[in-house]
Each structure stands twice: as C-alpha cells, then as structure tokens.
C-alpha cells in the first residue's frame, strides 16, 4: 500500500518501505501536488502552467512529461497507482494514505483523542520548502486547521484542570506562532495556576521583548492585565530567581577546614589572618560567607564591601562593619573609647556626639599623627564590640578595591600585639593584567602575616550535587550534569547563570512543590538538547538582550551607579515613573540580575556589571554619568570622589577637578591624609599640560602637605617639590616660592642632607622675610635646629631668638615654646633647662596646645634624665603616654616609650627596657624613620651591656653609629661613641682599650665647642679609666681632674653634676693615696643619693644595686 508524507519534508512509503527522493524540486512539486489532491483526474495543461508558468505551452507540456516520467522511475511497481490519459494525470490513493488528509479526517470528528493523534501528525509544516503559491496557500490553511486543534485541546484539559496536559498544548502554541500573544496568555494563566507566579511573570517577559524586537509593538490591554492580575495576587512581593546560589553550598570541604584551623589560632589568642583568592565568579565570597554562617555562635562578625567606586572613600568597609556594630549592639560599647578616639569617630557618625563625651577642644596635631590616631579610633571603635566570650571576626570582601587607609587599618591590626586577638577573613581578586602591582601586594599581605587559600573550580560531582540541591532533585540526569559542567569547568558563577539562562528562555521550569522539571531527549538516552552558550559573557549578553526596555534601563543606570544604589537615584537618573520602576526592580530581582540590601539594591555580581558598562551606547552611558553626578552633587552629604568620578567619565573635566579638589580637602579635613593624596594626585593627572600653573601649584602644594610625615617616600615628596619649585619660579609668586623652599629645606632635613636643607631654608627667608612672617618664622625655627646639630652656635642663636620674636607677634603658642626651648640649649644648664620643660609642658597640657607636646615630649624626658632627675623623666614620660594614648597618636607613643626606655637604662631596668626597645625599634624600621631607629639601636646597645652582653651591645652601637653618620648628626654620632667607649673599656682588653682611647680622642676633638660637652666630658672621664687600666695614673688622674672641672664649670650646660665622674676621680685619687679621695667619694655618693631619692622605694633600691657604677659607689669606703 502507497503512503504519503506530506507534513515536512516530502517521504512516500510503498508497503513500509521508504521509496528514494524525487529528483528533482519539480518532480517532488507536481507529485506532492497530485497527492494533495488525490482520486481526481487533473489536466495536463493545467499542471503545466501551474508548475512552468513562464514556459510556452509545448514546453511546458514537455516538461512535465519529463518530470512524470522520474516521479514512475521512483514508484517502481506502485506507479500503478498513477492514472495517465492524453490529457489528465491522476494519483488514485486512500484518503487515509496521505498524511494531510488523515489530518483532516482526525480533526473532523472533534474527538479529543483523534485531536491528539492529529497534532502529533502534523510534524512540520506542510511540503517544506516549496514556496510555490499553490503551496503557500495549502500550508496556511494546515496551519489555521493545525492552530485551532491546539486550541482545542488547551481549552479542553484547561475546563478540567489538567494544568501539565495544558501546559504542553500552550507551549506547542507559543512555539508555533511565537508573535500570538494568545498563547503567552494561556502560559501566563497556567504557571499562575500552577503556583509559579515566577514562571509566569518571565512568560509575560518574554512575550514583551518578542513584540518589541519583532513588531516594536507593545503588549496588547488583555495581556497587561493579566500580568497586572498575576502580579497583584502575589501580593506585591517580589518573586526571587528559580535559581539561588545561597540555597545551595556544595564542594570547598577542604578550604573551610583550613580557615577554621587558622581561626583556632586566633581563638587561643593570637590575631590570624586569611585572604581567600582566586579569579572572579569563583565563589570567594560565597565560600566565605558560609564559613561565617557555622561561627554567628561563637564571634562577632562584623562585615565590609569594598566597591571599585569607594576605593578613594577612606575607610569605606571599616565605616561599614562600625554602622553594622552600632545597628547590632547600640552604642553602649563605644563608651569606654579615649575621648580623642570618639571625637574621631564622630567626624564620620555625627550621631554619636549625642551618645559620647565630647574630645576636650584641640589644636590640630601634624598630619602623620592625626592621621595615625584616626587610624587607632577606628581600631578601638571596632574592637569594642568584642565579647569576652565571642571574639572579633572582621570579614572584608573584594579587599582588592580597598582604599589606603582600610590597607594601613589591617596593618594595624595584624601589628598590635598587645590588643586581643582578632580574627581577619578577606576575599581578593588580583588584576590579571598588572602582575607588579599584584606581586607587590602579595609581598605586602605575606610580611603582615596574611595566611592566602586558593579556591579553584567545583569538580564533576560538586557541579552534579549543586545542580541537584538547587533543584530539589532526587537526581540529575547525568547528561545534563556533564553538559552543565564541560561548558562552564566548574566555575558556580558561570553554572548559576547557565541555570537561570536556561529558565529565562523557557527551556527549564518547575513546578508547584520548586522541583525542577529538565527536559530530555528520549530517542537519546536522557542526551540533553540544550543550547548552552560558550562563555560567561554569553549567558550575560542573552539574559540582558531578553529585558524589556524599562526593565534593561533600569539596571544600566544601577550599573552606572556602581555595583549598590538605592531606588531613588534610580528612579531620577533613569527617567523612569515609580510604578514602572518598581516593577523593574522585581523583576530584576526575579531574574537573579539584581539583589536587595539592606540599604537598596545591587547587581548580582561585578561580571554582569562589567559587562552591562562594556556594552552601553557611549552617548546614553555618558548621559547617565552626568545624570548621576548632578544626582549625587544634590545629596546632603555629596560623595565628592564619586562625582568626581561620573564628571570624568562624562567628559565634563573642570567639574570632575573641582570635585576632586574638594574630595582632598574634605579627606584632610578628617586626616584621612593618604586619601585626600590620592584625590590630588588624581586631579594632577587630569590636568592638562597647559592648565593653569597656579592652580597646579596650589594642588601640589596640598599633596606634599598629606604626604608629608603619612608617606616615608622622601624622593617621590622630593620630585612633587622640584615640579613646584619649577612652577613657582616660573610665575615669581613670592608666597609660592617661600613656601616652596621652606617645604624643600624641611624634606632635605628629613633625607639627613642638612647642608642642601640650610640652603633651602635661606632661600626661604629671603622671599619670606618681613613680609610672610609665618614661613619666616617656621623656617628659622628649622635653621635654628640644623645648625645647632651642626654646631653653628652663633647663627642658630641668631635665627632662635628671631623666631621667638615673630612666635609673639604672631600669637603662636606652639612656635614661641619651640623657640624657648631651642634658645635654652644655649642660655640654660641642663637642671633648669629641664624646669623650662616641665613649665612648658603644663603650659601646653593647659592650653590645649598639644603639639607643642608631641614636639618637645621625648626632649623634656631627655633633659630631666640630665639634670640627674630620674624620677621626674619617669613621671613625666608616663604622663606623655597616657596622653599619647588618650589621643590615640600611637607615633609619639612608641617617641615616648624609647625615651622612657632610655631612663629604665639609667635606673637598671633592663628586661623592661629591652621589651621597650625592640617594639621602638620595628616601629622605626616600618616607618622608615632613620632617625628613632638610630636612637633605638644605641639604646638597645647600652641595655645589652647592662645585661652583660658586650658582643651584642658593640654591634648594635656600631649600626647605631653607621646611622647617626648618615645623617650628618655630629651631637647624636659623639654621643654613641661615648656608649661604645665604655662598653669597650668594660671588656678590659688592650684591643678594645686602644679603639676606645682612639674614639676618645675625636670626641674631644670638638671640646672646644660650647653646646653639647656632656660628650666631651664622658670622653675625659673614660680616657682616665683607660690610662687607669693601663696603670699610667698620672695620666689618667689628668683626664679625670679635667672631666670634673668640665662637669662644675658654669658653661657646662649639657649635663648635671653626674656620680659616675667623682668616682672615677675617686677611683684614682684613691689609689694614688691622695687625701683627696674622700671628698671626691663624698660627691659621688651626695650626687647618686640625689638621684636615688627622686625615685619610688623599689626602683631606688634597683638603681642603687643593679647598675654597676652605682653597686661601686655604695660599696666603697
């Protein structure tokens, strides 16, 4: 029996067998025609025009004889079924054995069943690839016919709630005539009764974008209200994403073992550190975010975002984790906070000054301490909310947008080994394309501490297992699973969007319980036939090209607007009424694109940001930068970095430099220095070469303010210095220039060149003098100080007592007290120049002037200890400390400690000491302050040798030494050789007593110079005890009668009258048999009692017992 296919590509079969294609497109033409059309006799002339229109007659009759006698080399022995006359052709066939017309025949009896069996024969559109009129004519007819079967059985299971059954002629429907909103209604209509109003509401999205791209029509009324109605019997509330990555944490078994181990370290006490690294999509913060979940028991987890757009916001994530505190815990804990700290802090929550004391009223402290004490508020105000029990966990994600200070707030951290322990948990992502940068930050994390896990893709079965738990599935085709994974290699962020991919388009769904339905291909075992796009950008492009317009606008303006923003900027910047914005935002979230904070919104993740920038018009991106800064540059408390930002990307230069320039300024302001540095640098860059020289100064002129004394690069502040100098001495601004060379002497005091630093400061004062009397004053206060280390007596008095004058004139506390100070070194001995400092430090603790402390507190310290006051040093170094730390300036802190461990040397507190010492030490070196590391090296010296270690003393004196050179302090290098001599002399080897009569002598080289003789007279007095040793007394009572003439002669005005000298004289009178001996000891032991008695009971009995020249003098008689 003959049967014929139709539907599709043309197929006749003969007994079963599938007879070979017609030849050629005619054949199959004039044969599928008599098979549409069978059991009637049609006429040879009318199948010839119909097939060869443009042919004449004959040929065309010709033709078609041609092209029957192929259609009966086919048929073989069915060619019976042909009936050939002269003039007609005819296919005598059953109805039923043409497949279009037992379509007919099915669907006539309006049988749900034969309506069934019809559909699934009409496979394909009728004769495909014809396009003969004919033809096109009989196809749409199938169609209509083919259309209103589907409808039928729609309505059908429909009246008798047979949702699946439905659902499949629906989709069959949409599939069909994708533009007929009908059917994307019935969908619509059918997820909603399904339960799956998310479903539903992606149907409604999906018919708006087909309509708009291939009509640019909107929705018809019947489909908005239903949407309408859909959307309103959810109540309002957002329908979230089928597909949500926090529902389901699969793999990174091995990572979390490893972060917990470190977090047991900080547990037991001490501060850990972890960075979780790895490439963007990864799953860093989601690894992170679960291990924090297991530890909301046993810590306190304060968490912050750093943002790409807040990387120039100081402390951005620390102001975060401090608001997240205050919401958690109130404000309760920060009520212990030194009153400097809360004044800090409440530049940045106004609302605190409400709750806390206010800071008592204070001069400005120098931009390297303020900044330093901001950064220590910031760690006391976050460790406040530490519980006994429950310690600190502070998470920074996406710590590669951290700006400087939150980098200088860690260092902190992970530095302070006195504060409990706390527990750093950080995601960061290193810029493949700046490989220095990002060796230099792992060299940086490394040196702090920082422990670095690497999390790598999910493997087979974790990408089958997170599919499942997404799912609810008992089980994932395994197909699917393999698809899923050999397309995206494991990446979660790559397979969610995949997943969410695939519900957008249609191809998944789910059903009332949320179990995923996935659909498979039967004829291949459970293959799946999915188009799964190659790359992560793929699936973003296709997800973001099926948004409706509204909805596609609204999240590029979020894009702008950085990865978080809140709904009205949204609605302003993107034009947008309300209620569309609103709807936008659902569906946004719905789709995944877009989640909810606490504060407003943010895209879902930095790649779909990255790439809804990338692929913006760069006209509309341009205006909605502009859009946001003037939003942004209306708010109470403008962003000044971030319209800075939108102003540059839009074009509008000057307006971004302004914001700029205000940023800086607004950072200093709260001595966020290093910030405010990098707003200036930022607007240098911008500038163009021709801008306007003066306004360039002036910005180079507050860059070197923040960097100076917070950056310990001297030759990066040198080169902004040669740049201003150049240009202001191109303008001839006298202002300008002084300033200029003031700020250059002051460098080069700082890089130990004080030579180059007194020209400088000269050229300084002669643009400044009588008419800047401000940088007058400033630079001969410098000059005063330089030449008196040069000893340059006359002129450093000179330049004292000019600088004192202006200090009065001018009303300045600070610069009149530093200039009293200075002029004391030449007109005060050491006992009342110790007076004038405790006056002055009364003086600036009453006023309020406390950076005159910060100035002269280690030397106040330092001159009591001469005066022979040891218990007033110590008293007065306690105080400088508690007042270091109530201000939090950690700086002076460590100043003070190395001079309070300079006096526990002089008393023979030496474990203490050392403690001190060391912590001084890496202070210095991390600082890169040459000068305090010089001073700690030589202290740590004499505290070994107190310990009885001379090896290590002569070592650590010696680099002291090499430092002290290299700056060019001759009073510093004098006195280390003082240290080294006695050590050496202690070693009682001819060696060690030749080099030391050798440093001696250089010493004394400068005997004749008025200032400093507390070196010269230590030089005398150990010269007696190296002849004494070497039994040339005469000699040595010589060297030991002129140290103390030195010591009671008026013009000693360095040191006070000093047990250690009348012993030595002793020593020698003594052992010569002179009468004298007794008198010399008398003195000894007055000037030690003296010294003693200013002393607490213990320390008194330490220093008289533990120091060896002391143990000397109270055992001799």
């Known amino acids: 029996m003959l049967s014929v296919h139709l539907f599709g590509a043309l197929r006749v079969l003969n007994e079963g067998r599938l007879l070979d294609s017609f030849p050629t497109q005619r054949s199959r033409e004039l044969f599928a025609y008599l098979a549409a059309n069978p059991n009637m006799a049609h006429s040879r002339l009318a199948l010839a025009s119909l097939l060869w229109p443009d042919k004449t007659e004959a040929k065309a009759r010709a033709s078609l004889n041609t092209e029957l006698w192929r259609i009966r080399q086919v048929l073989g022995d069915a060619d019976s079924h042909l009936e050939l006359t002269r003039d007609t052709i005819a296919l005598n066939i059953p109805a039923g054995g043409v497949d279009i017309h037992r379509f007919h025949e099915l669907i006539q009896t309006n049988s749900p069943d034969s309506i069934k069996q019809a559909v699934v024969l009409a496979a394909g559109d009728f004769f495909e690839g014809c396009y003969a009129d004919w033809c096109l004519i009989e196809r749409e007819r199938l169609a209509d016919k083919y259309r209103s079967a589907l409808y039928a059985l729609l309505r059908y299971h429909e009246a008798r709630s047979e949702l699946t059954e439905a659902m499949a002629a629906a989709k069959q429907l949409a599939g069909f005539d994708p533009l007929h909103e009908e059917s994307h209604r019935a969908i619509m209509r059918l997820y909603a009764a399904m339960g799956d109003r998310s479903a539903a509401l992606t149907q409604y999205e999906r018919c708006c974008e087909l309509l708009r791209r291939e009509l640019n029509v909107p929705p018809m009324p019947e489909t908005e209200a239903l949407y309408r109605k859909i959307f309103e019997q959810a109540g309002g509330e957002t329908v979230r994403s089928m597909v949500r990555p926090e529902k389901a944490f699969v793999g990174r078994g091995d990572i979390l073992e490893e972060v917990s181990g470190f977090w047991e370290r900080a547990r037991a006490g001490k501060t850990s550190a972890i960075l979780l690294t790895g490439e963007s999509g990864i799953g860093k913060t989601r690894a992170a975010g679960h291990w924090l979940s297991l530890r909301q028991s046993q810590a306190v987890i304060l968490r912050g975002r750093c943002s790409e757009l807040n990387r120039q916001s100081a402390f951005y994530p620390a102001l975060e984790m401090l608001q997240q505190g205050m919401d958690e815990f109130g404000l309760s804990p920060l ?208 997800r973001v090209v099926r948004l409706a317009e509204d909805h596609k606008r609204a999240l590029e303006t979020g894009a702008i607007l950085g990865s978080r923003f809140d709904a009205d900027a949204l609605r302003v910047m993107s034009g947008l009424k309300a209620e569309i914005l609103d709807d936008a935002l659902r569906e946004l979230m719905r789709l995944g694109l877009v989640g909810e904070t606490a504060s407003g919104y943010e895209i879902s993740h930095v790649r779909i940001r990255d790439y809804l920038l990338d692929g913006m018009n760069e006209d509309d991106r341009s205006d909605l930068h502009r859009r946001a800064a003037n939003f942004l540059n209306e708010s109470p408390n403008p962003p000044l970095e971030q319209i800075a930002y939108h102003f540059q990307q839009c074009g509008q230069t000057d307006l971004a430099l302004a914001a700029l320039e205000q940023a800086g300024e607004a950072a200093m302001k709260i001595s966020a220095y290093k910030s405010a540095a990098e707003h200036f640098e930022s607007a240098l860059q911008l500038m163009k070469e021709d801008e306007d020289g003066s306004a ?80 007058e004053m400033k630079a001969r206060l410098e000059m005063t100080n330089i030449l008196q280390f040069m000893r340059i007596e006359p002129e450093a008095r000179e330049h004292g007592w000019l600088a004192l004058a202006l200090a009065r004139s001018l009303g300045d506390i600070r610069a009149e007290e530093r200039a009293r100070w200075d002029l004391a070194e030449f007109d005060m001995n050491a006992v009342n120049q110790s007076q004038l400092g405790l006056e002055i430090a009364e003086r600036a603790f009453e006023t309020g002037t406390f950076e005159l402390i910060v100035d002269l507190g280690s030397s106040i310290v330092g001159a009591l200890l001469r005066a022979g006051n040891p218990g007033a040093a110590l008293a007065q170094a306690e105080r400088f400390l508690a007042f270091g730390r109530e ?184 052992r010569m048999g002179d009468e004298k001996a007794a008198r010399a000891l008398r003195w000894a032991r007055d000037t030690l009692c003296f010294r003693a008695r200013t002393l607490p009971p213990r320390l008194r009995r330490d220093y008289l017992r533990r120091v060896p020249s002391n143990r000397d003098i109270c055992r001799s008689r």
């Open 696 to 775: 360039r100064l002036g910005i180079l002129l507050k860059l070197y303010r923040c960097l100076w004394g917070t950056s310990h690069d001297l030759n990066r502040l040198e080169i902004i210095l040669e740049e201003a100098r150049a240009i202001a001495e191109a303008t001839g601004d006298e202002k300008k220039l002084a300033e200029v060379y003031y700020h250059s002497g002051v460098n080069r005091i700082s890089r130990g060149e004080w030579a180059q630093a007194r020209d400088w400061l000269e050229k300084s004062l002669r643009h400044a003098a009588k008419r800047l009397p401000e940088i």
């Open 887 to 1070: 201000q939090g300036i950690g700086v002076f802190v460590k100043t003070i400690q190395r001079a309070q461990a300079r006096v526990l040397l002089e008393i023979g507190q030496y474990e203490t000491a050392l403690i001190l010492l060391k912590e001084a030490l890496t202070a210095s070196r991390l600082t890169n302050y040459r000068y305090g590391e010089m001073r700690a090296l030589a202290c740590l010296g004499m505290c070994y040798a107190g310990l009885g270690d001379e090896e290590e003393a002569l070592g650590q004196l010696t680099r002291a030494e090499e430092l002290a050179e290299g700056i060019n302090s001759k009073m510093d290098v004098n006195l280390i050789r003082v240290d080294i001599i006695a050590v050496l002399i202690g070693l009682a080897k001819p060696q060690a007593l030749s080099r030391a009569e050798s440093l001696a002598l250089q010493v004394l080289s400068d005997r004749d110079d008025g200032l400093f003789q507390g070196s010269v007279i230590f030089s005398m007095k150990h010269l007696a005890r190296v002849h004494f040793a070497r039994g040339n007394f005469d000699e040595s009572l010589r060297y030991a009668g002129e140290a103390v003439r030195a010591m009671e002669r008026p013009a000693n005005r360095d040191i006070a009258l000093d047990p250690r000298v009348y012993f030595t004289h002793y020593l020698i009178l003594e």
């Open 335 to 542: 009520d212990a906070l030194p009153l400097a700290f809360a004044a800090d802090l409440q530049k940045f929550f106004p609302g605190l000054q409400e709750h806390l004391r206010l800071a008592r009223n204070e001069s400005s402290l120098p931009p390297a301490l303020a900044r330093a004490r901001l950064a220590r508020a910031f760690d006391a105000g976050l460790r406040a909310f530490a519980e006994p029990d429950r310690p600190l966990i502070l998470f920074f994600d996406d710590l590669q947008w951290a700006d400087t200070e939150t980098f200088d707030l860690i260092a902190g951290f992970m530095q302070d080994a006195d504060a409990p322990a706390i527990f750093i948990l950080a995601t960061y992502r290193h810029d493949p394309l700046d490989r220095i940068e990002s060796n230099r930050r792992d060299d940086w994390f490394r040196n702090l501490g920082f422990d670095s896990l690497r999390l790598g893709p999910l493997s087979k079965d974790d990408t089958a297992r997170m599919i499942r738990e997404l799912g609810k599935l008992n089980d994932v085709p395994s197909r699917f699973a393999e698809r899923i994974y050999a397309e995206t290699e494991g990446s979660p962020l790559f397979i969610v969007e995949t997943l969410r991919g695939l519900f957008d388009a249609g191809h998944l769904s789910v059903n009332a319980d949320g179990v995923w339905a996935i659909p498979l291909d039967r004829q291949q075992e459970g293959a799946v036939r999915l188009p799964l796009p190659a790359s992560l950008r793929e699936v973003i492009r296709v």
